[in-house]
């Protein structure tokens, strides 16, 4: 099992950037699956990235602006976010899954949350 906790979310103005960082605590932490995830008010929770192994895969309207990155040595896995626009507001969560998640991510262990705002 793992735990995570997700720090680094805050206010933001339009345009400007956050660096995520999701702390995991359990062992073989390189052996699973790392992913972010967010949710808006009134909105469902949708994929953000994910890093497995040396893959990374991103949402469509997130690439170009979002890198997610690990550090295994570390427990960490970070999400860098530039360019944000006002409706990326909203909880993030850190999510970990052992090799890979399962398409609905009922394998996932989840973090409790981050919160980013994102201000016009």
């Known amino acids: 099992q793992v735990q995570l906790v997700e720090s680094g979310g805050g206010l933001v103005q339009a345009g400007g950037s956050l660096r995520l960082s999701c702390a995991a605590s359990g062992r073989s932490f390189s052996s699973y699956a790392m992913g972010w995830f967010r949710q808006a008010p009134g909105k469902e929770r949708e994929f953000v990235a994910v890093?497995?192994?040396?893959?990374?895969y991103y949402a469509d309207s997130m690439k170009g602006r979002f890198t997610i990155s690990r550090d295994n040595a570390r427990n960490l896995v970070y999400l860098q976010m530039n360019s944000l626009k006002p409706e990326a507001t909203a909880v993030y969560y850190c999510a970990a899954a052992w090799n890979t998640f399962s398409r609905d991510y009922s394998n996932a262990y989840w973090g409790q949350g981050t919160q980013v705002t994102v201000s016009s």
């Open positions: 890093i497995s192994g040396s893959n990374r």
